[in-house]
Each structure stands twice: as C-alpha cells, then as structure tokens.
C-alpha cells in the first residue's frame, strides 16, 4: 500500500505566551505586558489537509479507514514497511501515542535508515517531554541528512526545551542555513536573540520570517513586541494592527495591543482593545487579575467595561 508522506515537526506547549518574559512588576504581582508568542512551534510540512489540530471528522474517519487496511496488509506481511509507516502515523493523528512510538520503533528495527520514522518518533518523544531521547532521533536522521531543514528545526525546540538554549540557537541557525525560507526557525531565532536582549537581530529574523510569509500573526507579533521593547511604537502599533488581523480570537493578543495603543495616546482604540480583550478572554486566576486591570483601564479611559 501507499505510504503517507509526513513532514511533521514538534508542536509542544507554549512557553513564552503569557508568560513574564517580557514583563512589568506591579507590587507583588507580575503583570504580563507585551509576550512573545511562542507559535513558531506549530506543526510544518504535514502531509496535505493535516495539521496539529486535532483531526476532522472526515479526516477522523479516513484515519480509522487507514488503520484498519495497514493492520491489514502488516498481518499478511509483517515487514512490510510502508504499511507500517501509515499504521504508525495515522495512530499519531488519532493521539494514540503510545501506540505510534511503538509503531514508528518497530519500522526503525526493520529500516534503520527510514528518516522519516526517525523524525516522528522524535516529535513524540518530545511532546511526552523526553528531549534526550528525542534529541538521539533527530540526531539520526541528520546523520544521514545534515541538510534536514525539518530535523534541524526539531532539534533546536528540543534542545530549547531540555533548557539547553545556546545549542537550540545553533541549531535554528543551521536550519536556515539548510534552508532560509524556513519561516518557524526565523521565528525562533527572533525569539532567541530577543531573550538575549539584542533587539536588532531579533527585529531581522522576524522580518525574514514575514518576508517568507507575510501572513504569519506569530512572527508580527513578536516584531511588535520587539520594536515596542526599542521604543519604536509606531511602528510596533502597525504590527500589533496586522497581527490582530491574522489572530483575530487571541484575547491576550488584544490586550497587548491596548497596552502599545495606550503608549501611543490612542485611547479611544486601546479601551476597543480592552472590550475585546475581555469578550475574548477566559477566566483563570492570572487571567481575572488581567480582566481587573484592563477593567480600571477602561474607567480611566472614560468608557465603562463590556459596553
């Protein structure tokens, strides 16, 4: 049978989003304030109509149509490769991850060289938060190809998540290097370069990444963020506007750009932002501090919340 063709890259939680990275301390309480967003770390290059979301129901039912004939064809021959390949990923879009790991471990016993199986076990074994034992698969496959833009991507996330960052950073840039449109690991760069308070080159790599993909909210939204840390608000309010447009249902997105609409004087515009902050938002603990403060910004502002 055909094998599915999967590109597929980690899509672990986000780190930085709401976070205090970028942060302004208010008493006791830290007060999150412009973040960058951390979904550079979106699945890339799956196979066509997939994605990190969870499956549609048709695509659900495909899946299931999938398993049931690879099960098949493995019964009549256990080595037979391919079928074990779309066995194991179509578990992985099902999130049967146990059962994928399984499934892409037995393929790599028959074919050790398979990069794809390397790659994928990879990405689960990260999202099950074992970066060394994901960093060993990913390490394979660029043994074999060193120019794996993808793998090199997925090395740096989990070189970055095992708290390893200098060695994520050289691997984000060799993945520019094997290839310089990739969006995700300008993104990561961006984001890298911005910890390290060097504002510039972050400016650059999220600008390459726009370059690539102009429709991009993530890599928009962390130039605004940068541009607003060098005190460039104009420019980091036009941002924030393209942002809000790609990204039109992140609540906390909104109430960032009130925060730099606000630094501008444009109050009419921020107290819109903060409405929609609210509407958008839900209510956990930091999230209700949140809803409080842009409720007192809103009375300052002269417009009464939910209006």
Not at 55 to 80: F, H, T, Y
Not at 199 to 227: C, K, S, T
């Amino acid at each position: 049978m055909a094998a599915v063709v999967l590109l597929c890259s980690l899509d672990p939680e986000s780190v930085w989003a709401g976070n205090s990275s970028v942060a302004v301390s208010s008493g006791t309480v830290v007060v999150p304030s412009a973040s960058l967003s951390d979904q550079d770390r979106r699945p890339e290059g799956l196979a066509p109509g997939a994605s990190g979301s969870p499956p549609s129901r048709e695509e659900s039912q495909e899946l299931l149509n999938a398993i049931a004939e690879a099960r098949a064809a493995l019964n009549a021959n256990p080595e037979d490769v391919p079928a074990r390949f779309t066995l194991a990923y179509a578990l992985q879009r099902r999130g049967l991850v146990a059962d994928a790991i399984r499934e892409y471990q037995g393929l790599i016993l028959r074919q050790p060289t398979h990069v794809w199986a390397h790659n994928n076990l990879g990405t689960l074994l990260a999202q099950r938060g074992e970066y060394h034992e994901a960093i060993v698969q990913f390490g394979e496959v660029l043994k074999m190809e060193p120019l794996h833009a993808t793998a090199r991507f997925n090395s740096g996330l989990a070189f970055r998540k095992s708290g390893d960052l200098d060695w994520a950073m050289r691997q984000f840039e060799l993945a520019v290097e094997a290839d310089p449109k990739h969006v995700d690991a300008h993104v990561s760069l961006g984001n890298g370069w911005y910890d390290r308070g060097q504002m510039d080159r972050a400016i650059e790599h999220f600008r390459m990444a726009i370059a690539v993909d102009p429709n991009h909210g993530a890599a928009h939204r962390n130039l605004a963020v940068a541009l607003l840390k060098k005190g460039g608000v104009a420019d980091a309010v036009s941002e924030y506007r393209t942002a809000v447009r790609l990204l039109p249902n992140d609540g906390l997105l909104r109430y960032e750009f009130a925060d730099a609409l606000e630094a501008k004087g444009d109050h009419q515009e921020a107290a819109r932002q903060l409405r929609l902050f609210l509407h958008l938002h839900p209510g956990t603990d930091e999230q209700r501090f949140l809803r409080k403060r842009a409720e007192a910004k809103l009375r300052e502002f002269g417009s009464v919340p939910g209006e």
